[in-house]
């Protein structure tokens, strides 16, 4: 690493808090010297507070760009310049390009979500899906599935603080993508729930339920839900089969992990810094196997 390092060298960084367990330096600093690319990726502990001075930092410093991880998504939406039409939507970003000064909020998260499944074999297109979950990672998601064509949306929340958001968020979806048929309901209501799992092609967790501490725990109440044939995935990666996966595999389910979906949000982040495609098989022999 040190080697590559010049006076030339590029700077991208991840900024939240925390960020010293993130795989993300290691992915992205295997790629720059895989391809040759003379950048070093870093993490900086970065309080919501401080989001905007680190965005001025980051023109003073002219570094490339960004990703942005939990507290900090939603502040550097609103200190970005521009936001792309599904940042625009999800009012967060993950990914933060610095084009001369000029900085560019993307989120890559939906588009993870898609790609993962396509590397799964799997089409969302005219598809129905249910997704438990409407705070960020869960909105990401719907907004990518309904401008990529997705047919029907069904999102299952808690009457919790983001239940107010997931109707706006419906509203600016059909605004978006009118053919796409998009209802909310009480994630509380399982016999509904159940309803439409079962008539669905995908289910989707992206709520923190399954993730530590709440690792024994599962959205679906009712395992009458599952079907063969059925896709569930997990936004969850940590642990990488959480009790979601493992009751719906029990259940003859096709099962997709959180995991995938965070190499392919960042897959789609190293795009948007480099123009480059990241080298994504190795990357994931390396670091996601
Ligand atoms: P968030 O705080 O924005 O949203 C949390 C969601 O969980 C909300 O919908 C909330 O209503 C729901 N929730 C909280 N407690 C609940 C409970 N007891 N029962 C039912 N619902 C409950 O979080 P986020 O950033 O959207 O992250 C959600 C999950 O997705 C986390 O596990 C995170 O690690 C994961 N994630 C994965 C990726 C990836 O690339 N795989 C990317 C982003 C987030």
């Given at each position: 690493m040190e080697a590559r390092i010049t006076g030339h060298t590029g700077l991208l960084a991840l900024i939240g808090s925390p960020v010293g367990h993130s795989g993300s330096p290691a992915m992205y600093n295997y790629s720059f010297a895989r391809l040759g690319l003379d950048y070093a990726y870093v993490a900086f502990d970065v309080a919501e507070d401080r989001v905007k001075a680190a965005l001025d930092a980051m023109r003073l410093f002219h570094m490339r760009g960004c990703n942005v991880t939990m507290p900090d998504k939603t502040a550097a939406a609103a200190f970005v310049d521009a936001l792309s039409p599904a940042a625009e939507i999800i009012g967060a970003v993950n990914t933060i390009v610095n084009d001369g000064g000029r900085l560019t909020g993307y989120i890559t998260d939906g588009e993870g979500f898609v790609n993962n499944l396509r590397d799964h074999g799997i089409d969302i297109r005219g598809k129905k899906i249910v997704v438990a979950g409407a705070g960020g990672a869960a909105t990401a998601i719907q907004v990518q599935a309904a401008l990529d064509g997705a047919g029907e949306l069904a999102v299952f929340n808690r009457k919790d603080a983001f239940f107010e958001r997931t109707l706006e968020t419906a509203d600016k979806i059909r605004a978006a993508a009118p053919s796409v048929r998009v209802n909310v309901y009480d994630i509380a209501d399982t016999g509904r729930m159940t309803e439409e799992i079962q008539g669905c092609d995908i289910f989707v967790n992206a709520t923190i339920?399954?993730?530590?501490?709440?690792?024994?725990?599962?959205?679906?109440?009712?395992?009458?839900?599952f079907h063969p044939g059925l896709v569930v995935c997990d936004a969850v990666y940590e642990p990488a089969e959480t009790r979601l996966l493992r009751e719906a595999k029990e259940a003859g389910c096709i099962c997709v992990g959180g995991k995938g979906m965070l190499l392919w949000q960042g897959v789609a982040a190293f795009k948007l810094f480099t123009g480059m495609d990241m080298p994504v098989d190795e990357v994931k022999e390396r670091f996601f196997a």
């Open positions: 339920v399954g993730m530590k501490p709440m690792e024994k725990e599962t959205v679906v109440k009712d395992k009458n839900a």
